[in-house]
């Protein structure tokens, strides 16, 4: 039973709820040929459609269904640039957007040739893809979370970047980069995903990028729990000791822990410590389930994780007081 309660390691969860709404546009993103001309790529890719979301996805799909993560290059920017950035000899602020530019080009010319990039390699494509296809996009950086031991921790340095683009007047956020496994686990990927679910996992570095009605600040948004990759495809909110914007990493011995969501009659929820050796069944009322930490003796780090049979999966990590 250890050994199976142990896979709620893997950051990469399968998506329990199929969706098919953007099948048709993605079997038509994938037949689309790789090639290094993406202006020429873009046009094939957008041709079928009249509306935004439809172009948008479409180009969305390519990348992500194309491109994978070069961890190599990263290990690679790590040692010899910690900060991430990259140092522009000029004089004048022409002659540096134009390096800059030279730089974006480069990248997008050798992410699209070897099949892989980071980040940022995706984000200036999808960005020049967009505007190719007449849709006004940003190029975003700014923080991610990736392991649980980043609770609870403020950032230093930028690490991540992602995009925005405007959809019907409108602006949505992606993260393509996060994407590149979604047919994997049929899943629609982080894209046009909501922003109060968008900032579980992604801080940018200007605020106005948040989309919220009322920004966070990096402390509150540190000190959150650790949503595990992937979050996206659950659709979990009503939790206590938290609203859906704000969930504290941290929940009182003696509150009751409860959460909505929706899940099938042979799922269920539990909570684990010590790599399952540890567990506690949450129990439903209702459309919610919850658990008593007092009656479990639960304190410290504490994951709920979603089962299906032999099967588990991390949803998010909190600490118990």
């Given at each position: 039973?250890?050994s199976q309660?142990?896979l709620?390691?893997?950051l990469?969860?399968?998506h329990?709820?199929?969706?098919?709404?953007y099948?048709d546009?993605d079997a038509h993103?994938?037949?689309v040929?790789?090639?290094?001309?993406?202006?020429?790529a873009?046009?094939?890719?957008v041709?079928?459609?009249?509306?935004?979301?439809?172009?948008?996805?479409?180009?969305?799909?390519?990348?992500?269904?194309?491109l994978e993560?070069d961890?190599r290059r990263l290990?690679?920017?790590?040692?010899?640039?910690?900060?991430g950035?990259q140092?522009?000899?000029?004089?004048t602020e022409?002659?540096?957007?134009?390096?800059?530019?030279?730089?974006?080009?480069?990248?997008?010319?050798?992410t699209l040739?070897k099949?892989?990039?980071?980040c940022?390699?995706?984000s200036?494509?999808?960005?020049?893809?967009?505007?190719?296809a007449g849709?006004e996009?940003?190029?975003?950086?700014?923080?991610s979370?990736?392991?649980p031991?980043?609770?609870?921790?403020?950032?230093?340095?930028?690490?991540?970047?992602w995009?925005?683009?405007?959809?019907?007047?409108?602006?949505?956020l992606?993260?393509?980069?996060w994407?590149?496994?979604?047919?994997e686990?049929?899943?629609?990927g982080?894209?046009?995903l909501p922003?109060?679910?968008?900032?579980?996992?992604?801080?940018?570095?200007?605020?106005?990028?948040?989309?919220?009605d009322?920004p966070?600040?990096?402390?509150?948004?540190?000190?959150q729990?650790?949503?595990?990759?992937?979050?996206e495809?659950y659709?979990?909110?009503?939790?206590s000791?938290?609203?859906d914007?704000i969930?504290?990493?941290?929940?009182?011995?003696?509150?009751?822990f409860t959460?909505?969501?929706?899940?099938?009659?042979?799922?269920?929820?539990y909570?684990?410590?010590?790599?399952?050796e540890k567990?506690?069944k949450?129990?439903?009322v209702?459309?919610?389930?919850?658990?008593?930490?007092?009656?479990t003796?639960?304190?410290?780090?504490t994951?709920i994780?979603?089962s299906?049979?032999?099967r588990?999966w991390p949803?998010?990590?909190i600490?118990?007081?």
């Open positions: 039973m250890k309660l142990l709620f390691l893997i990469s969860l399968p329990l709820l199929v969706s098919q709404k099948a546009i993103a994938q037949s040929k790789l090639s290094k001309d993406y202006k020429q873009t046009q094939e890719l041709a079928p459609y009249e509306d935004e979301t439809a172009k948008v996805r479409a180009i969305f799909s390519w990348l992500a269904y194309n993560y961890n290990k690679k920017i790590t040692r010899t640039n910690k900060k950035g140092k522009i000899n000029a004089k022409a002659e540096v957007k134009a390096k800059l530019l030279a730089v974006e080009q480069e990248a997008m010319n050798r040739k099949k892989k990039g980071v940022q390699d995706f200036w494509l999808f960005d020049a893809m967009c505007f190719e849709i996009s940003e190029f975003i950086t700014g923080h979370r990736t392991v031991t980043e609770m609870g921790r403020i950032p230093r340095d930028i690490g991540h970047a995009n925005a683009a405007k959809i019907d007047g409108e602006w949505q992606f993260d393509v980069t994407s590149t496994d979604m047919w686990h049929n899943s629609n982080y894209f046009m922003p109060a679910e968008f900032i579980k996992s992604h801080f940018p570095n200007e605020e106005e990028w948040q989309l919220l009322e966070m600040d990096i402390k509150t948004w540190a000190n729990a650790f949503w595990y990759k992937g979050y495809r659709r979990i909110g009503g939790i000791a938290g609203s914007k969930i504290s990493s941290t929940f009182p011995r003696d509150s009751l959460l909505a969501i929706a899940l099938a009659p042979n799922q269920e929820l909570a684990i410590k010590n790599q399952g567990r506690a949450l129990k439903k209702g459309n919610k389930y919850s658990i008593d930490f007092v009656e003796k639960f304190r410290g780090k994951t994780v979603l299906e049979g032999e588990y949803l998010l990590d600490k118990v007081r």
